[in-house]
């Protein structure tokens, strides 16, 4: 086989992604095979949806194609994704994340990174479709790694406002701070601002109210309609960087050298 397999880290009814690495050069990154006993049609069309988004994208945090050659792995897409980072000892971020609560000035960091990402994704005019911390990948080396794009699919326009990326984006944003997934889903449910401070600061009461209350609009459902506060990760990814600017007692978090 031409890859070992190091580490799973996805599995769905159709696929399993891998963390793995070529015995002949040493590469390391991502291949994605088709799993035993699946829809082998089902999981070629999910598999060539992938493929199609990623051909399309480009950009910090997201995987790019090295190896798409299928005919020479059994069961396999031959998929391999990597990017130039150091992938020894990454693990997705839903694992740290239930470890231990996260500081402010981490999660403003992560949430920019985050955004960048998806901000070079709907540039290209694509969705991911799944953003969430089980699609996101950290790294030995502090990088975040976008991936997962099975659920990928084409923006139909100015008027596809509103995308599962944003709303996922909130979702995320919630889960950075409160860890929970139930807590982040009833702040991220809510339009209300005050309930969305509430509700947050009986999960994070070491959090500081002033920082809150600057990232909570990332993370509260928006109560206009507008294009222009739902779809605009240009704005997004600003609003992230001031956040990471604010920090606490005016340091800003950066990883360790």
């Known amino acids: 086989m031409r890859y070992a397999f190091d580490a799973l880290l996805l599995r769905d009814e159709l696929t399993e992604l891998w963390r793995a690495h070529n015995p002949s050069t040493g590469q390391v990154g991502l291949v994605r095979q088709i799993r035993p006993g ?30 798409a050659g ?17 992938w020894s000892t990454a693990r997705r971020l839903d694992a740290p994340l239930a470890e231990r609560p996260l500081a402010a000035q981490k ?28 699609r996101l990948l950290l790294t030995a080396d502090h990088r975040v790694l976008l991936f997962d794009f099975t ?36 702040v ?12 947050v600061r009986q999960a994070r009461p070491d959090l500081p109210v002033s920082w809150l209350v600057e990232v909570l609009p990332l993370v509260v459902r928006p ?25 606490l007692r005016g340091s800003v978090w950066r990883p360790a050298a």
């Open 107 to 134: 999660i403003a960091w992560l949430l920019r990174l985050v955004a960048e990402a998806a901000q070079s994704v709907a540039q290209a005019g694509w969705q991911h479709g799944r953003l969430g911390v089980d």
């Open 38 to 67: 699946a829809n082998a049609d089902a999981a070629a069309l999910a598999i060539e949806r992938e493929t199609t988004a990623l051909r399309h994208l480009c950009g910090e945090g997201l995987p790019q194609i090295v190896d």
């Open 223 to 247: 109560s206009s309609s507008s294009a222009a506060d739902q779809s605009d990760w240009a704005r997004l990814v600003s609003a992230c960087l001031s956040l990471e600017l604010l920090g």
């Open 151 to 186: 659920s990928a699919r084409r923006l139909s326009g100015p008027q596809d406002t509103e995308s599962a990326d944003r709303r996922d984006f909130r979702r995320l944003a919630a889960r950075l701070i409160v860890r929970s997934s139930a807590w982040a889903e009833q």
């Open 188 to 199: 991220a449910a809510t339009a209300d601002q005050g309930q969305a401070l509430s509700l």
């Open 70 to 86: 299928s005919e020479t792995v059994p069961l396999s897409a031959g998929l391999f994704q990597t990017a130039d980072i150091d």
